[in-house]
């Protein structure tokens, strides 16, 4: 497949590429068929499974296929169902949507049905699974428009945006106050998806130039799901010259 | 990734509601739902023929999707609450209506417009009378 990801700064860690690109396409010809200039945020989902793809979808109570069955496809009658208990789940409903279509689309010689249970995430054993993971948090935050987004992030707060992203791989405070106060709620509001997304999409993107570190430390992939323990040192981060710095920093730097 | 278009030629009234609000009121079934408050699952229900709508959901279906009552109480076989109405309200109406409504079964849109305006005259008449 000739599909280019139109990114500039950041690039899918390695081994995700193919479904990186498999995603982008999906969404470049939905957009085409479409007849829409950009590739609307937070990405309708639910819609387009249906229209422009024309698979036939639908809610229901999947209980009968199993505990905690959250979704299911159906490969030969072109079907997907999510299960009627997550639809109060934004997020949760729009991952899962973008997880079935995966299947739909990459798993069709793999086997004619699939099921998505709770017990499923970024952890799980299972290859076919894990790829449909990867799938719908490619198709849900594909890569160009999430570093769009973070480099708008910058512009909008007048930060410098070498430095930032820079400061981004680091594990100080600064880094935790950006991904906390500034990107992560931006991420999950303008793509529509849970906070565990946002954190699993952040972890799967690599610079283009070349660092020793990922974009989104490792030390904080769990811990950015829970309270900081740094708890008031965060309130304390200030813009300086573009860059966030520790309050206590102003005057000793001054001096 | 293959975009396809079925070619049922005679759609159900689910598909026709479902085309309908893909392709013209572009929303989704969630949306749909919260619109019509009811549940997603009720209304893919609907859509894929396994359920009818009450009679409230059917009005309301009618002014969300901007389809005629008429067209969809044919469609899924649900009569005005107004026939139940008169064909029960006394002894008389539940024999006579079911038979008039036999007799009147192959009339056309022309012949039910005059069928309708004499029982409006005869309607009138009857006021008049009881009148004096």
Known sequence: MSVKLPTRVFD???GRRVIERRAWSCLQRCRKSLGLDQIPLPIPVEQWIESPLEFHF???DLSYLGDGVLGATFIREREILIHEGVTDHEGRCRFTCAHEL??????????????????????????????????????????PLV??????VFDDCRMDRVQCTWELMQTTRESEWMWR???LPVLTRRFGVSLSTAINRCNDIEPRIPSPRPLLPAEFVEALL??????????????????PQYADLFTEQAS | MALRRSQNPEPSIGDIIRRRRVEVLKKGLREMARELTIAPAHLTDIEKGRRTPSEGLLKRISAAYGIGEAELRAAWSKADEVVQEV????????????????????????????LIRQAEQMAAGKTRKERR
């Open chain 1, 58 to 60: 639908g809610f229901a």
């Open chain 1, 147 to 152: 570093e769009a987004e973070i480099v708008k």
């Open chain 1, 226 to 243: 829970h309270r900081s323990a740094r708890g008031d040192e965060l309130e304390a981060i200030r813009l300086r010259n573009g860059v």
């Open chain 1, 102 to 143: 995966g299947h739909m689309l990459l798993h069709s010689s793999v086997r004619t049905e699939f099921h998505e249970t709770n017990d499923l995430g970024p952890g799980s054993n299972d290859v076919v699974e894990r790829e449909a993971d990867r799938f719908a948090a490619a198709f849900l935050m594909p890569l």
């Open chain 1, 181 to 183: 106060k500034l990107l």
């Open chain 1, 12 to 14: 899918p860690s390695y």
């Open chain 2, 87 to 114: 064909a029960t309200q006394d002894t008389m109406s539940a024999e006579k209506v079911p038979q008039f409504l036999r007799t009147a079964r192959k009339l056309n849109a022309e012949q039910w417009d005059q």
